[in-house]
């Protein structure tokens, strides 16, 4: 698992702090699909900006962007749900696959990995998608990579996935009309991001819930097989996962950095 591994789509790996591990995902062994507007790339918290365009000549003086934005985001987005993971990238098991590794990535360990004090998760990814699918096969998702694309503002102006077919929202209503719009473009909508974030190399489920009484969580079974500590993780941090995980006999290792290179604790060699 943590080295000379070179099938780079055997695991995904989902960084946290100790007590989110502790408290909930280890103690309940299930994860949480959160809400899609309470991620943190401005893209999906803030409103999406929406054009009229129309195949009939309509008039098109009351689809005002204000108006289309107030129709269409809450349909979308507080009825959408997203769980993000990191991956390995190419891999060829060598010692000089570190780098390539998704447990070893500062600035994740920094943003999410509670500032390299948490933990990262390490999902086999087929197990882990078997069990997604068990909890939400009769729910509309979908999974895919994460690309990463930079827009000016001129390109994204006239782009389809950004434009209302007001022909079609007449039609068959705003709800409706809405909930077609999100499944056709969901490519662009939920699985594109700019480029400054193409380090995470980002795997994701997005699940849809137009009714609105889904409990977003799933257990993930046996899916877990190992925890990697923060280079800050201290001992009374670790004892605390330790305790709380045994039960699902994951593998334990620490990263230690040497200058600006990551490594491994390989002197501890009991974790209980």
Known sequence: MFTFLNDSKKYVY??????TAVDYILKDETLLVSCYNKTNDPKETKDW?????????????KYTPEYLSKIMNPVIKEATNVICFTKDEVLTGNFDDMARRGFCK??????YGDKHKGVCLIFDFKELSEAFHERFCEYNYDSNNVTYKDCD??????????????????DFGHLDYAR????????RLFFEKASDWSNENEYRW??????GNLPPK?????????????????????????KASLKLHPQYQ???WRNCAPWFNFERTKWV
Request: proline letters at 2%; glycine letters at 4%; a negative charge.
């Open 153 to 170: 503002i001129a390109e994204i102006q006239m782009d389809q996935t950004y434009v209302v077919n007001v022909d079609a929202l007449e």
């Open 49 to 61: 900006f929406f054009i009229p365009g129309s195949n009939h000549g309509r008039c098109l003086d």
């Open 106 to 111: 500062p600035r994740m360990w920094a943003q």
């Open 180 to 187: 077609a719009h999100a499944a056709k473009f969901k490519q």
């Open 14 to 19: 989902h960084y946290t702090s100790v007590d």
């Open 218 to 242: 799933f257990y993930f079974k046996s899916s877990l097989k190992g925890i990697v500590f923060g280079a800050d993780c201290d001992e009374i941090m670790i004892q605390k996962v330790v």
């Open 206 to 211: 997005v699940l849809f819930d137009y009714d």
């Open 254 to 256: 620490q990263l230690r």
